[in-house]
C-alpha cells in the first residue's frame, strides 16, 4: 500500500510516502529518508525516472555502462557502513528463527532492465484474476528483517489465450539464452514489470494479476509448457542478489497435463504458494483479489 518515489527537483531526490490507490503523498521522517537515499545509492539504478539522489548519497552520477550495481564489494565502504548504521536504529524489525535461504531459480529469457519503480505490476484494466502479492524479506543469519530491499519483479500477461512478455530484442531476433543477467532485452512499456522498494521493516506488497501459462516451445515432443510463475531479482546491501521464480500449488499442471520441469523440481517446492481469496477494505471500497504470501530469504 505504502511505496517510495524520487522526482527530479534541483536539490535531490525528494522522498515520499504514497497511497498508490488514491495518490496522497506525505512527507517521510528523516530516518527514512536518510536509508532510502543510501539504499538508493547501493541498489540497480536504471530507471529513467530516478535522476538525481538525495544529497546526502555518495553516489552522484552513473554512466549507463556502470548503473546497475549488484556486488556490494565494489560499493564505497564507508557508504555501506552507513546504511547499516540507519538500520540498526530501526528498534522494531520483525524476527524469524530457522530460516533457509530463498531458492534460486532461472532468470529465463525475458528480462529487462530499467523496470519503474511502483507497487502494481500488471496495466490498469488487465485481463485475469486481481492477484496481492505480499511478503517481507529476512536475513538468513540473523532471522532479522532487511529494510529498503529493491525487488524486481517481472511477469507474462494473463491473457486466456495464453501468457505474454512484453518484451523484444533489436533487429527482431532473440539471444542465444544463457544463465545471466540479460542486458539487451527491451519493452515497450514496462507492461507486467516493476521495480518495489521493501519498507523500513522489510515488508512489500505488489498488486497484479494471476500469470496465464504459456507455450515455451511448440515444437518439443511433448510440448515445452511453462505454468503460472513470476520471476524476481532481489537486492539489498552486503546479500548475495537473488534470481528466483515464484509458482501457485493450483496452478503447477500446464493446459494438456504437461509438467513445468522448473516449478517441479525439487527445490521449488518451497516456491509453490496457496492463492486464497481475500477482500481487502481500502477507503474507496471493498476488492477482492486472490492472495499469495512469499517472504523472501536472503542470504550473505
Same mark, same amino acid.
Given at each position: 500500500? =505504502?511505496?517510495?518515489?524520487?522526482?527530479?527537483?534541483?536539490? #535531490?531526490?525528494?522522498?515520499?510516502?504514497?497511497?498508490?490507490?488514491?495518490?496522497? =503523498?506525505?512527507?517521510?521522517?528523516?530516518?527514512?529518508? /536518510?536509508?532510502?537515499?543510501?539504499?538508493?545509492?547501493?541498489?540497480?539504478?536504471?530507471?529513467?525516472?530516478?535522476?538525481?539522489?538525495?544529497?546526502?548519497?555518495?553516489?552522484?552520477?552513473?554512466?549507463?555502462?556502470?548503473?546497475?550495481?549488484?556486488?556490494?564489494?565494489?560499493?564505497?565502504?564507508?557508504?555501506? #557502513?552507513?546504511?547499516?548504521?540507519?538500520?540498526?536504529?530501526?528498534?522494531?524489525?520483525?524476527?524469524?528463527? #530457522?530460516?533457509?535461504?530463498?531458492?534460486?531459480?532461472?532468470?529465463?529469457?525475458?528480462?529487462?532492465?530499467?523496470?519503474?519503480?511502483?507497487?502494481?505490476?500488471?496495466?490498469?484494466?488487465?485481463?485475469?484474476?486481481?492477484?496481492?502479492?505480499?511478503?517481507? =524479506?529476512?536475513?538468513?543469519?540473523?532471522?532479522?528483517?532487511?529494510?529498503?530491499?529493491?525487488?524486481?519483479?517481472?511477469?507474462?500477461?494473463?491473457?486466456?489465450? #495464453?501468457?505474454?512478455? @512484453?518484451?523484444?530484442?533489436?533487429?527482431?531476433?532473440?539471444?542465444?539464452? /544463457?544463465?545471466?543477467?540479460?542486458? &539487451?532485452?527491451?519493452?515497450? $512499456?514496462?507492461?507486467?514489470?516493476?521495480? %518495489?522498494?521493501? @519498507?523500513?521493516?522489510?515488508? +512489500? /506488497? &505488489? /498488486?497484479?494479476?494471476?500469470?496465464?501459462?504459456?507455450? $515455451?516451445?511448440?515444437?518439443?515432443?511433448?510440448?515445452?509448457?511453462?505454468?503460472?510463475? &513470476?520471476?524476481?531479482?532481489?537486492?539489498?546491501?552486503?546479500?548475495?542478489?537473488? %534470481?528466483?521464480? &515464484? +509458482?501457485?500449488? $493450483?496452478?503447477?499442471?500446464?493446459?494438456?497435463?504437461?509438467? @513445468?520441469?522448473?516449478?517441479?523440481?525439487?527445490?521449488?517446492?518451497?516456491?509453490?504458494?496457496?492463492?486464497?481469496?481475500?477482500?481487502?477494505?481500502?477507503?474507496?471500497?471493498? +476488492?477482492?483479489?486472490?492472495?499469495?504470501?512469499?517472504?523472501?530469504?536472503?542470504?550473505?
Amino acid at each position: 500500500r =505504502v511505496g517510495c518515489v524520487g522526482r527530479t527537483c534541483g536539490g #535531490g531526490l525528494q522522498s515520499s510516502r504514497v497511497d498508490y490507490h488514491h495518490q496522497r =503523498v506525505a512527507p517521510m521522517n528523516d530516518g527514512d529518508s /536518510e536509508a532510502l537515499a543510501l539504499a538508493l545509492s547501493l541498489l540497480p539504478l536504471t530507471s529513467p525516472h530516478l535522476t538525481c539522489v538525495h544529497p546526502l548519497s555518495p553516489l552522484t552520477v552513473l554512466s549507463t555502462e556502470n548503473m546497475y550495481r549488484t556486488d556490494v564489494q565494489a560499493q564505497p565502504p564507508t557508504a555501506v #557502513g552507513d546504511l547499516h548504521s540507519v538500520f540498526e536504529r530501526e528498534t522494531s524489525l520483525p524476527q524469524k528463527e #530457522g530460516l533457509s535461504p530463498t531458492p534460486s531459480q532461472v532468470w529465463g529469457p525475458f528480462y529487462a532492465l530499467g523496470a519503474p519503480f511502483r507497487a502494481k505490476l500488471s496495466p490498469i484494466g488487465a485481463e485475469g484474476d486481481p492477484l496481492l502479492l505480499e511478503g517481507t =524479506v529476512y536475513d538468513s543469519v540473523t532471522g532479522n528483517a532487511v529494510p529498503f530491499a529493491v525487488l524486481d519483479v517481472w511477469q507474462a500477461s494473463g491473457s486466456d489465450e #495464453g501468457g505474454e512478455y @512484453d518484451y523484444y530484442e533489436e533487429g527482431g531476433g532473440q539471444r542465444v539464452y /544463457e544463465e545471466a543477467l540479460n542486458t &539487451i532485452g527491451k519493452t515497450k $512499456d514496462f507492461s507486467y514489470r516493476a521495480r %518495489v522498494i521493501a @519498507d523500513q521493516k522489510g515488508r +512489500y /506488497e &505488489i /498488486e497484479s494479476v494471476v500469470p496465464a501459462p504459456y507455450l $515455451d516451445d511448440k515444437y518439443d515432443d511433448p510440448p515445452k509448457w511453462r505454468c503460472a510463475h &513470476i520471476h524476481f531479482f532481489v537486492n539489498a546491501p552486503s546479500f548475495e542478489p537473488l %534470481v528466483t521464480q &515464484i +509458482y501457485f500449488k $493450483d496452478k503447477i499442471v500446464t493446459p494438456g497435463g504437461y509438467a @513445468d520441469k522448473h516449478a517441479g523440481a525439487e527445490k521449488a517446492a518451497a516456491l509453490q504458494l496457496d492463492l486464497v481469496d481475500t477482500t481487502v477494505k481500502r477507503s474507496s471500497g471493498d +476488492y477482492t483479489y486472490k492472495h499469495a504470501q512469499f517472504d523472501i530469504v536472503l542470504k550473505k
